[in-house]
């Protein structure tokens, strides 16, 4: 079964984001002087229709990769450094369950901080994350001109861009009232997995996301202040062009933004996708917060469905996925690379030149925005619409680091994903 969703713009709810911005802007630029001026930006808030899944499906944790591929990839685990807004004990025993597995996936000299709130999101809303800024043409940017994450331009430069404001900002509903904390992956029918939930929302914090929209009348657009982020360079149409060719805004690219096949086309993502483009998610309706920043459903049922928009109940997806570690890749992360050494060449022939026509000429100094939107939401099955907000909360802050362990030389065998159990309804 497939899920689909909605969205709709809460002007009140923006402003309210607007002024939290502004606030935490002002906090970053009299914490680096490495910063040029920030821009601001907002833009619609996310509200969910629901659908349902898959339950008993489950994709459990990886085994640690072994030695010699990760002294081949240069790899050393993450610290990811989460402070817990109001988790109960068990509750955050289950965050930083999947905080761990983050940790062995992606590698960064400076450790990532997460601000995760546990507060009321409305009906049938499991959780929403996104990077907490993004930031272009810092020191050591690969390419000039486009948006990284914020936890990514801190990996690329080799330093905390901005040392006092979280990299990446994390609600999940604290009235859902079906969430399963085991972490087991055996989720219960009836239940809906947190670890899985938060390894997915951690996943849009890092990278997995883009900054196209499509408005009311139609007319799509990509880019933040006029740049478009590092997930963009990397998504075509369905012939091959990239979306960056596409006037911007316009009805055309409003157009192929929806009901149309669009793909991710990094080399690594195609590698990990059996040299074949990886198709992303774009329903007729466009659909914020969930169209273009996610995995096509036809990953669902496989080794690579965390990153599709939805989970069900009784679901539970423990590893990112070989595609999804090489869409990082693309992205310029450093990941365990799960793909041998003896997997065939690509052949480039059908990848499309990403021509940067669109791409403004490089400023001489950095510029740190914070995100608009929270990028994206999980959702159970068969909910209301409602409206997530960015909520503070008054209960008081723990914060918890977690150092990721030595990896275990194990043998190749046991380093490729396994999906031993589907159960579709
Ligand atoms: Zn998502």
């Known amino acids: 079964m497939s899920i689909s969703l909605g969205h709709r713009t809460t002007r009140r709810v923006a402003s309210m984001i607007i002024a939290a911005i502004l606030i935490g802007l002002c906090a970053a630029s009299a914490s680096s002087t490495a910063l040029a001026q920030p821009q601001i930006l907002s833009a619609p808030l996310h509200i969910i229709r629901a659908g349902s899944g898959h339950a008993g499906r489950r994709v459990p944790v990886r085994a640690a990769p072994p030695a010699s591929l990760t002294a081949l990839a240069a790899f050393q685990p993450t610290t ?12 955050q025993a289950a965050f930083a369950y999947a905080v761990s597995i983050w940790a062995q996936q992606i590698s960064s000299p400076v450790p990532i901080q997460v601000n995760a709130n546990w507060t009321a999101l409305g009906p049938g809303v499991l959780g929403s994350a996104g990077p907490s800024y993004m930031m272009r043409d810092f020191l050591g940017a690969p390419v000039a001109g486009f948006w990284y994450p914020i936890a990514l331009a801190n990996k690329l430069s080799g330093a905390d861009q901005a040392p006092t404001s979280p990299d ?15 972490t087991d992956g055996i989720t219960p029918f009836s239940q809906y997995d947190f670890v899985s939930v938060v390894l997915h929302e951690l996943g849009h914090g890092i990278g997995v996301s883009g900054t196209a929209s499509v408005d009311s009348l139609g007319s799509g657009s ?24 596409y006037a911007n805004p316009s009805a055309a690219l409003g157009a192929v933004l929806r009901a149309n096949p669009l793909y991710f086309t990094g080399s690594n993502a195609r590698t990990a996708n059996g040299s074949a483009n990886v198709r992303l998610y774009a329903p007729a309706a466009w659909a914020g917060g969930s169209s273009y920043a996610h995995l096509d459903e036809t990953f669902n049922g496989t080794a690579n469905a965390l990153m599709t928009f939805s989970i069900s109940n009784g679901e539970s997806i423990h590893d990112p996925g070989d595609v999804v570690r090489g869409i ?16 065939p060449t690509r052949t480039p022939t059908s990848t499309p030149t990403r021509t940067l026509t669109s791409t403004p000429t490089r400023t001489p100094t950095s510029t740190l925005t914070r995100t608009p939107t929270l990028t994206t939401t999980w959702f159970p099955t068969g909910m209301a619409t409602s409206t997530p907000t960015r909520t503070s909360t008054s209960t008081p802050t723990r914060t918890v680091t977690t150092t990721p362990t030595a990896i275990p030389v194990i043998s190749l065998k046991t380093w490729r994903v396994w999906f031993p159990l589907v159960v579709q309804r």
């Not at 990446?168 to 904390?181: D, K, L, R």
């Not at 997930?231 to 960056?244: H, N, Q, V, W």
Request: net charge negative; glycine share 10%; hydrophobic share 30%.
């Open 168 to 182: 990446i900002s994390a609600n999940f509903n604290s009235t859902f009232g079906s969430w399963y904390f085991g």
């Open 328 to 343: 990082l890749q693309d992205l310029g992360w450093t990941t365990v690379n799960l793909v041998p050494t003896s997997t």
């Open 222 to 245: 990509l880019g933040y202040s006029g740049y478009p982020s590092i997930y963009d360079r990397y998504t075509t149409d369905s012939a091959g062009t990239p979306l960056l060719n």
């Open 80 to 91: 990811i450094t989460v402070t817990y807004n109001g988790f109960s004990p068990e509750a």
